[in-house]
């Protein structure tokens, strides 16, 4: 190899080194570049999407973000003291107020700050996590699927639900309404859910909240209202009104549409419309269940009117027991099938004649001491529906039927009571427009008693407590969801009070056995 060879690779090969230096040096200040602008542009990302979540924030919490600058305002311009003085002496006026007037201050405060601390530190926050835990969110089916292959096989399937940015939709959070034992939060529903996926997850939503009671409303095709109970207030015995002084004679003034026969589970008066739409009534439960309550409390509260002739009273009483000790008010009475099938022919003639007398000219009888309420009160009616002969029985049925099909708009209204609430014992139950449950023996008879779909709406009749006496469900015309109630108590001195209130002004009684020996007499 001859030297100017060497000589001219040496150089060739130091020209070559020298160049992929000035491409190294090259290269790398490009990459520099290159990374400079990756941390400018992730640093800008995060910084939009920082300001993005930001503004989300604020229009999606516009009340505490208001909150926020209202306070940082306030400190800014005035100070920290004079804010601190200033809600000292709003707490301390607030407190005095409560004090005060409870009742007021949950009407006009109490009711709006339980409400928007219930939204902000507890709904707000957990309704999302709870609605997701329950299987009530909605996740996106057009998400990509991941796929993993390596040499080993290929992976399952397999999709995030664990947030918004995985394709989760939740119902929207649109308002929290607190009252005294029940927080009502309403959600409008996704695509894809209907508002029986809530009644179904009642009891699952409960739990979530750590309370004994969850009710789901619709209040719209999209829009549930999520009832929480938070405590229960009817855990005390209610009270019946106390029977009207006795020189108190007018019934005018009861409002047979509206009469007050106890407490909702809202801390309302509950009223019992004993003339016109809901009138005819079902009353299902256990013995000692306090079927006695709804019974007599609603009579209780309309003594001036039985008094005053405005409410004619019948009793159907197959025990002998619940309705003789008040007799007195009952115009007509009866314990056997025979002497019951002699007070339902007696209201189905007077049925009758009001048909004849007001046909064409009214759609609605009006009521009044010529014409007035005809009331029956038909306790353990499957007694006689079904436990007696079959020949007496279809002849009750069949008269009991025609009253509560055509005795509304007559002035004819049917109440009856039973323990076991099938088909086969009160083959007319159906034609109650109006249905109560009292604890009952099993989930099953909540169903019959109230109609289907009512224990997955919140009438869990079976749980009540033996200590509750009285506590039920109403549910039926004019009642959109099941009503938890409790029918004011009635003491056996009240009913005695009732009964000589009545009988002292002046109601004849009807005695079905002498009645019947009248009318034998005029036949001979």
Same mark, same amino acid.
């Given at each position: 190899?001859s030297p100017?060879? @060497?000589?001219? %690779?040496? $150089? &060739? *090969?130091g +020209?070559g =080194?020298y #160049?992929l230096?000035k491409?190294? !040096?090259?290269?790398?200040s ?5 990374a400079?602008?990756a ?9 939009c ?5 930001a ?6 919490r ?14 800014a ?12 002496s ?11 007037s ?7 405060c109490g009711r709006?700050?339980?409400s ?5 530190a507890?709904?707000g926050?957990k309704l ?5 835990a329950?299987? @009530?969110?909605? %996740?996106? $089916? &057009? *998400?990509? +699927?991941? =796929?993993? #292959?390596?040499?080993?096989g290929? !992976?399952?399937?397999a ?8 394709g989760v939709e939740?119902?929207?959070l ?13 959600v409008q ?9 809530f009644?179904?997850?009642a ?28 405590r229960?207030l009817l855990?005390?015995v ?7 002084d ?7 003034g ?5 009469v ?7 801390g309302q ?5 004993? +003339? ?8 299902a ?5 306090g ?21 004619r ?5 197959p025990k ?5 000790y ?10 056997s ?13 007077e ?9 064409g ?26 436990y007696?002969d ?28 039973v323990?076991?609430?099938t088909?086969?014992?009160?083959p007319?139950?159906?034609?109650f ?5 009292v604890?009952?023996?099993?989930r099953?008879q ?20 033996d ?5 039920g469900?109403?549910w039926?015309?004019?009642?959109r ?10 003491a056996d ?11 002292n002004?002046?109601?004849r009684?009807?005695d079905?056995a002498?009645r019947r ?7 001979a």
């Amino acid at each position: 190899m001859s030297p100017t060879f @060497l000589i001219l %690779a040496v $150089g &060739a *090969l130091g +020209v070559g =080194v020298y #160049v992929l230096h000035k491409i190294g !040096r090259a290269l790398a200040s490009i990459v520099e570049a290159l990374a400079a602008l990756a941390v400018v542009f992730v640093a800008l990302w995060w910084v939009c999407k920082g300001l993005a979540w930001a503004v989300r924030q604020v229009v999606t919490r516009w009340r505490t973000s208001l909150t926020i600058v209202a306070v940082v305002a306030w400190c800014a311009v005035l100070g920290w003291l004079s804010l601190a003085v200033t809600l000292a002496s709003v707490s301390l006026v607030l407190g005095v107020w409560w004090w005060r007037s409870r009742v007021t201050f949950d009407h006009w405060c109490g009711r709006v700050l339980r409400s928007v601390w219930a939204r902000w530190a507890v709904y707000g926050r957990k309704l999302p996590k709870w609605l997701h835990a329950c299987g @009530l969110s909605v %996740a996106d $089916g &057009a *998400l990509p +699927v991941t =796929v993993t #292959v390596n040499l080993f096989g290929r !992976r399952s399937v397999a999709r995030s639900t664990g947030g918004d940015s995985s394709g989760v939709e939740i119902p929207k959070l649109l308002g929290v309404r607190s009252g005294p034992s029940w927080d009502e939060v309403r959600v409008q529903l996704v695509a894809g859910q209907k508002p029986e996926d809530f009644d179904e997850a009642a009891r699952a939503l409960a739990s979530a909240r750590k309370v004994s009671r969850c009710q789901i409303r619709e209040l719209s095709p999209n829009v549930v209202s999520i009832d929480y109970q938070r405590r229960d207030l009817l855990s005390k015995v209610v009270s019946s009104l106390p029977v009207p002084d006795i020189a108190s004679v007018d019934g005018t003034g009861v409002d047979l549409r509206h009469v007050w026969a106890g407490c909702t589970e809202y801390g309302q008066d509950w009223r019992l419309p004993l +003339v016109g739409s809901g009138a005819h009534a079902l009353i299902a439960g256990a013995s000692g269940a306090g079927k006695n309550s709804v019974l007599w409390c609603p009579l209780v509260s309309a003594a001036s009117a039985i008094r005053s002739g405005v409410i004619r009273m019948s009793g159907i009483d197959p025990k002998g027991m619940e309705l003789a000790y008040g007799r007195g008010i009952f115009a007509r009475y009866g314990v056997s099938g025979k002497e019951a099938l002699d007070v339902l022919d007696g209201l189905v003639a007077e049925m009758e004649s009001r048909k004849k007398t007001f046909a064409g000219r009214v759609r609605t009888l009006p009521v009044s001491t010529e014409y007035p309420l005809e009331l029956l009160e038909f306790d353990e009616i499957g007694a006689l529906t079904r436990y007696t002969d079959r020949k007496t029985r279809e002849a009750i049925v069949e008269r009991v039927a025609l009253l509560t099909t055509q005795g509304r708009a007559l002035g004819i209204t049917v109440r009856g009571y039973v323990q076991e609430p099938t088909k086969e014992t009160v083959p007319v139950r159906e034609l109650f427009s109006r249905r109560i449950c009292v604890r009952v023996t099993s989930r099953t008879q909540v169903g019959m008693a109230l109609g289907d779909g009512a224990f997955e709406r919140g009438a869990w009749a079976n749980r009540i407590g033996d200590s509750e006496a009285g506590v039920g469900y109403a549910w039926g015309e004019g009642i959109r969801e099941p009503l938890r109630i409790r029918a004011g108590w009635v003491a056996d001195e009240t009913v005695k009070k009732l009964e000589d209130y009545v009988t002292n002004g002046g109601v004849r009684v009807v005695d079905l056995a002498a009645r019947r020996g009248e009318e034998e007499g005029v036949a001979a």
